[in-house]
Protein backbone atom coordinates (compact mmCIF):
# COMPACT_ATOMS: atom_id res chain seq x y z
CA UNK A 1 0.00 0.00 0.00
CA UNK A 2 1.28 3.56 -1.09
CA UNK A 3 1.99 5.98 2.18
CA UNK A 4 -0.06 8.51 0.31
CA UNK A 5 -3.33 7.58 -1.89
CA UNK A 6 -5.14 10.44 -3.78
CA UNK A 7 -7.84 9.85 -6.78
CA UNK A 8 -5.41 11.67 -9.81
CA UNK A 9 -8.72 12.84 -11.08
CA UNK A 10 -9.45 15.03 -12.66
CA UNK A 11 -12.39 16.34 -11.67
CA UNK A 12 -14.52 18.56 -13.98
CA UNK A 13 -16.88 21.00 -11.87
CA UNK A 14 -18.75 23.72 -13.01
CA UNK A 15 -17.92 27.01 -11.51
CA UNK A 16 -19.75 28.07 -8.77
CA UNK A 17 -19.73 23.92 -7.33
CA UNK A 18 -19.27 22.78 -4.33
CA UNK A 19 -16.40 19.87 -4.70
CA UNK A 20 -14.58 17.45 -2.76
CA UNK A 21 -11.13 15.57 -2.32
CA UNK A 22 -10.16 12.70 -0.16
CA UNK A 23 -6.54 11.41 0.10
CA UNK A 24 -5.37 7.77 2.65
CA UNK A 25 -2.36 7.48 4.75
CA UNK A 26 -1.14 4.33 5.72
CA UNK A 27 1.27 5.37 8.20
CA UNK A 28 -0.58 5.73 11.72
CA UNK A 29 2.19 7.21 13.43
CA UNK A 30 2.00 10.11 10.82
CA UNK A 31 1.94 13.54 12.96
CA UNK A 32 0.54 16.26 10.08
CA UNK A 33 -1.09 16.87 7.28
CA UNK A 34 -1.36 19.77 4.58
CA UNK A 35 -2.70 20.33 1.48
CA UNK A 36 -0.70 21.99 -1.18
CA UNK A 37 -1.95 23.36 -4.64
CA UNK A 38 0.64 22.97 -7.58
CA UNK A 39 -0.62 24.64 -11.11
CA UNK A 40 1.28 23.87 -14.35
CA UNK A 41 5.03 23.88 -14.29
CA UNK A 42 4.85 25.41 -10.96
CA UNK A 43 6.60 24.37 -7.44
CA UNK A 44 3.92 23.15 -4.81
CA UNK A 45 2.45 25.50 -2.39
CA UNK A 46 0.70 25.37 0.78
CA UNK A 47 -2.90 25.85 1.10
CA UNK A 48 -3.86 24.93 4.38
CA UNK A 49 -2.70 22.72 7.36
CA UNK A 50 -5.13 20.19 8.19
CA UNK A 51 -5.98 19.82 12.09
CA UNK A 52 -7.89 16.84 13.99
CA UNK A 53 -10.89 19.52 15.32
CA UNK A 54 -10.75 20.25 11.43
CA UNK A 55 -10.61 23.69 10.25
CA UNK A 56 -11.74 26.51 7.39
CA UNK A 57 -10.01 29.26 5.26
CA UNK A 58 -12.94 30.89 3.50
CA UNK A 59 -14.28 28.55 1.04
CA UNK A 60 -11.92 25.82 1.61
CA UNK A 61 -12.67 23.31 4.52
CA UNK A 62 -9.70 20.57 5.28
CA UNK A 63 -10.90 17.67 7.80
CA UNK A 64 -8.67 14.80 9.15
CA UNK A 65 -9.81 11.38 10.68
CA UNK A 66 -7.55 9.31 12.29
CA UNK A 67 -9.27 6.42 12.97
CA UNK A 68 -9.89 6.03 8.87
CA UNK A 69 -6.55 7.12 7.83
CA UNK A 70 -7.76 9.86 5.87
CA UNK A 71 -7.45 13.79 5.22
CA UNK A 72 -9.99 15.74 2.95
CA UNK A 73 -10.50 18.91 1.49
CA UNK A 74 -13.75 20.65 0.30
CA UNK A 75 -13.81 23.57 -1.91
CA UNK A 76 -17.07 25.59 -1.71
CA UNK A 77 -18.05 27.95 -4.86
CA UNK A 78 -15.42 27.03 -6.56
CA UNK A 79 -13.74 29.38 -8.92
CA UNK A 80 -11.66 29.28 -11.90
CA UNK A 81 -8.63 30.32 -10.56
CA UNK A 82 -9.36 26.73 -8.27
CA UNK A 83 -7.97 24.99 -11.42
CA UNK A 84 -5.12 23.07 -10.36
CA UNK A 85 -3.62 20.08 -8.83
CA UNK A 86 -4.48 19.69 -5.18
CA UNK A 87 -1.45 17.21 -3.41
CA UNK A 88 -1.93 15.53 -0.39
CA UNK A 89 1.18 16.20 2.28
CA UNK A 90 1.85 13.96 5.17
CA UNK A 91 4.85 14.41 7.37
CA UNK A 92 5.62 10.82 8.81
CA UNK A 93 7.89 11.71 11.40
CA UNK A 94 9.53 15.54 12.37
CA UNK A 95 11.93 15.16 9.13
CA UNK A 96 10.06 14.69 5.91
CA UNK A 97 7.06 14.81 4.30
CA UNK A 98 5.46 13.11 1.55
CA UNK A 99 3.26 13.72 -1.09
CA UNK A 100 0.32 12.03 -3.06
CA UNK A 101 0.00 11.68 -6.53
CA UNK A 102 -2.21 15.06 -6.53
CA UNK A 103 -5.78 15.14 -8.35
CA UNK A 104 -6.22 17.41 -10.67
CA UNK A 105 -9.09 20.01 -10.61
CA UNK A 106 -10.65 21.83 -13.64
CA UNK A 107 -13.19 24.14 -12.80
CA UNK A 108 -15.76 24.91 -16.02
CA UNK A 109 -17.15 28.22 -17.12
CA UNK B 1 14.22 37.69 -2.48
CA UNK B 2 13.82 35.76 0.57
CA UNK B 3 12.69 32.56 -0.69
CA UNK B 4 14.28 29.94 -1.69
CA UNK B 5 16.20 30.22 -5.24
CA UNK B 6 17.24 27.44 -6.96
CA UNK B 7 19.73 27.52 -10.05
CA UNK B 8 19.56 26.73 -13.11
CA UNK B 9 15.92 26.38 -14.01
CA UNK B 10 15.92 24.78 -16.77
CA UNK B 11 18.59 22.32 -18.05
CA UNK B 12 18.91 20.31 -21.02
CA UNK B 13 21.96 17.94 -21.27
CA UNK B 14 23.49 14.86 -23.36
CA UNK B 15 22.51 11.38 -22.04
CA UNK B 16 25.91 10.55 -20.06
CA UNK B 17 26.99 14.14 -19.26
CA UNK B 18 26.99 14.94 -15.57
CA UNK B 19 25.01 17.80 -14.63
CA UNK B 20 25.24 19.85 -10.87
CA UNK B 21 22.08 21.50 -9.61
CA UNK B 22 22.16 24.62 -6.45
CA UNK B 23 19.91 24.87 -4.26
CA UNK B 24 19.95 28.04 -1.70
CA UNK B 25 17.29 27.63 1.45
CA UNK B 26 15.64 30.09 3.36
CA UNK B 27 18.42 31.45 5.42
CA UNK B 28 17.38 30.42 9.14
CA UNK B 29 15.88 26.98 7.83
CA UNK B 30 18.19 24.48 9.24
CA UNK B 31 16.73 21.31 7.15
CA UNK B 32 16.78 21.48 3.09
CA UNK B 33 15.06 18.66 0.92
CA UNK B 34 15.75 17.33 -2.63
CA UNK B 35 12.68 15.91 -4.55
CA UNK B 36 11.97 14.94 -7.83
CA UNK B 37 8.28 15.44 -10.04
CA UNK B 38 7.50 13.65 -12.82
CA UNK B 39 5.07 14.19 -15.50
CA UNK B 40 1.71 13.49 -13.40
CA UNK B 41 3.48 12.68 -10.29
CA UNK B 42 3.80 13.84 -6.75
CA UNK B 43 7.35 15.06 -5.71
CA UNK B 44 9.28 11.82 -4.67
CA UNK B 45 11.26 12.13 -1.62
CA UNK B 46 15.05 12.01 -2.93
CA UNK B 47 17.39 13.18 0.42
CA UNK B 48 17.32 15.73 3.07
CA UNK B 49 20.14 17.54 5.01
CA UNK B 50 19.44 18.71 8.52
CA UNK B 51 22.52 21.61 8.74
CA UNK B 52 25.06 19.57 7.22
CA UNK B 53 24.53 16.39 7.53
CA UNK B 54 22.75 13.94 5.54
CA UNK B 55 20.13 12.43 6.78
CA UNK B 56 18.68 9.94 4.88
CA UNK B 57 18.94 9.09 0.93
CA UNK B 58 15.60 7.20 -0.93
CA UNK B 59 16.58 4.03 -2.41
CA UNK B 60 15.37 6.73 -5.61
CA UNK B 61 19.02 8.07 -5.50
CA UNK B 62 21.10 5.57 -6.79
CA UNK B 63 24.86 5.76 -7.01
CA UNK B 64 24.66 8.22 -9.83
CA UNK B 65 23.20 11.25 -7.83
CA UNK B 66 24.99 13.18 -4.78
CA UNK B 67 24.08 15.43 -2.48
CA UNK B 68 26.24 17.65 -0.65
CA UNK B 69 25.38 20.73 2.05
CA UNK B 70 28.67 21.55 2.96
CA UNK B 71 28.30 24.39 5.24
CA UNK B 72 25.08 23.73 6.03
CA UNK B 73 23.83 26.95 4.04
CA UNK B 74 23.52 25.94 0.47
CA UNK B 75 23.33 22.40 -1.43
CA UNK B 76 24.02 20.96 -4.30
CA UNK B 77 22.84 17.63 -6.69
CA UNK B 78 24.83 16.21 -8.86
CA UNK B 79 24.07 13.61 -11.32
CA UNK B 80 26.52 12.18 -13.38
CA UNK B 81 26.06 9.99 -16.63
CA UNK B 82 22.76 11.28 -16.45
CA UNK B 83 20.04 9.14 -18.67
CA UNK B 84 16.72 9.91 -20.28
CA UNK B 85 14.52 8.87 -17.13
CA UNK B 86 15.99 11.52 -14.96
CA UNK B 87 14.45 13.76 -16.66
CA UNK B 88 12.36 15.57 -14.02
CA UNK B 89 11.62 18.72 -12.29
CA UNK B 90 14.19 18.69 -8.88
CA UNK B 91 12.73 20.56 -6.63
CA UNK B 92 14.32 21.82 -3.12
CA UNK B 93 12.28 22.71 -0.02
CA UNK B 94 13.60 23.92 3.51
CA UNK B 95 12.27 23.76 7.18
CA UNK B 96 12.86 24.67 10.57
CA UNK B 97 12.97 21.08 12.30
CA UNK B 98 10.28 19.87 9.80
CA UNK B 99 7.83 23.13 10.07
CA UNK B 100 7.58 25.73 7.56
CA UNK B 101 8.30 23.95 4.47
CA UNK B 102 9.26 25.97 1.49
CA UNK B 103 9.70 25.24 -1.43
CA UNK B 104 11.97 26.55 -4.91
CA UNK B 105 10.61 26.77 -7.93
CA UNK B 106 12.68 23.97 -9.40
CA UNK B 107 15.25 23.02 -12.03
CA UNK B 108 13.28 21.40 -15.05
CA UNK B 109 16.29 18.91 -16.37
CA UNK B 110 15.81 17.32 -19.70
CA UNK B 111 18.46 14.64 -21.10
CA UNK B 112 18.48 14.09 -24.72
Known amino acids: RKEVEQDPGPFNVPEGATVAFNCTYSNSASQSFFWYRQDCRKEPKLLMSVYSSGNEDGRFTAQLNRASQYISLLIRDSKLSDSATYLCVVNIRDDKIIFGKGTRLHILP | DTGVSQDPRHKITKRGQNVTFRCDPISEHNRLYWYRQTLGQGPEFLTYFQNEAQLEKSRLLSDRFSAERPKGSFSTLEIQRTEQGDSAMYLC??????????FGSGTRLTVV
Open chain 2, 93 to 102: ASSVQGYGYT
